[in-house]
């Protein structure tokens, strides 16, 4: 399961915000002018400038909320920058933090968060035991479950979240980080359960939609999924990993004009997002459009290298376009990374059939008979950490 993977970096410095929502941002930058040290201020305005598009303005709001504040709001702040994807940001307020209160387990965890997200396990499980000698055993928060996870301690994860939920049943992001722990052990009807009572508790939350559109993809409930992935780009419209799960529903729908839509908006957020440039080529391949497929595949050939789903789509392709050479040429690089793929043996032998070979043909469609039957085809979506 997979987060929304936000860099320090934006597509653009700046960004129009429709001329309609331009009221409610003077209004809610004027609340934050008024109060500068109101942080529901700050959160309410990134929220608006994030639902129009605008996370660069939302981070430069965040900064200069900072430098007027000072230091009274670093745990807020940090927590608005994370949220924005600006982990250097939130890095830094939350060093400050654990500065000004080296006894406070809290900034260890947000710091231990960030440095797993970032891959060092190391410094993660250094500021994990930071925190459990400062105490955050005693009075566990959402926050260290999910460091837990992150480090491994999955058993110690549940537990923590549940303590949580035994002080604060009303805690939604404890309710929403127990729900991935039990999706990860097969235990949907619980995630479900949770990250339903989550929503209820904080519908303005992007991820937690996200999440539970995954699971009810995951089970095939596609109209559910599709009203929660929706709900969820109504308040984060850039999210490239709600975008390509709604796409990739769509195309488990087989409405493939919609499912490109998504998968070409996710290609203008994330240039280069591998399982998007694949999807895209799919979903033209299944409409017909084999030459507009081909180049698809062929850039994430030359991306991401040989795999064998897109080794066998362009063998697809070039069948299609009644190209049965080019098309071995792909079928037999196949069956060497993978021998038991039966579909590609059964379309080598057809490729060999219309090349007029008729006993490789028949050797391709014995060996089809023989091979492995079961499924190949990617999860159509991902239900995300909730960091």
Not at 166 to 190: E, S, T, V
Not at 192 to 208: G, I, K, N, S
Not at 307 to 319: D, E, K, N
Request: aromatic share 6%.
């Amino acid at each position: 399961m997979s987060a929304l993977r936000f860099g320090d970096r934006f597509k653009s410095s700046t960004h129009l915000i429709p001329i309609k929502a331009l009221p409610e941002i003077r209004r809610l930058r004027a609340r934050v002018k008024s109060a500068p040290g109101s942080a529901a201020a700050l959160e309410a305005l990134c929220d608006a400038l994030v639902r129009y598009g605008a996370r660069a303005q939302a981070v430069r709001s965040a900064r200069a909320f900072l430098e007027q504040s000072g230091d009274a709001h670093l745990e807020h702040v940090g927590a608005q920058f994370r949220r924005l994807g600006a982990a250097v940001l939130a890095e830094g307020c939350f060093a400050r933090w654990q500065t000004l209160e080296p006894e406070n387990p809290a900034p260890r965890v947000e710091l231990g968060i960030l440095s797993a997200v970032r891959g060092d396990l190391a410094a993660a499980r250094a500021h994990l035991a930071a925190a459990r000698g400062g105490g955050i055993e005693a009075r566990p928060s959402a926050r260290y479950a999910v460091l837990l996870e992150r480090c491994g301690e999955v058993q110690a994860a549940e537990l923590a979240a549940r303590r949580v939920l035994d002080h604060n049943p009303g805690d939604a992001r404890a309710h929403a980080h127990l729900a991935l722990l039990l999706d990860q052990q097969c235990d949907k009807d619980g995630a479900e359960r949770h990250l339903q009572r989550a929503l209820q508790l904080c519908a303005t939350d992007a991820e937690m939609h996200f999440n539970l559109g995954a699971l009810y993809a995951d089970s095939a409930r596609w109209d559910l999924a599709v009203a929660r992935f929706q709900a969820g780009l109504e308040l984060v419209p850039d999210s490239v990993e709600g975008r390509y799960n709604l796409g990739s529903v769509w195309m488990e729908l087989g409405r493939y004009d919609a499912a490109l839509t998504e998968f070409r908006r996710v290609l203008e957020l994330q240039p280069g997002h591998p399982d998007a440039q694949y999807r895209k080529g799919m979903c033209l391949l299944r409409k017909g459009q084999h030459e507009q497929a081909v180049r698809s595949f062929e850039a994430l050939l030359r991306q991401a290298g040989a795999t064998p789903r897109l080794l066998y789509a362009l063998g697809c392709c070039y069948h299609g376009l009644e190209m049965p050479r080019r098309a071995v040429q792909v079928l037999l690089q196949l069956v060497e990374q993978a021998p038991g793929h039966s579909r590609a043996y059964h379309l080598l032998g057809i490729c060999w059939d219309k090349l007029g070979d008729r006993d490789r043909a028949t050797a391709a469609y014995r060996r089809a008979d023989a091979g492995d039957t079961r499924s190949t085809r990617a999860p159509a979506a991902r239900l995300g950490r909730v960091d």
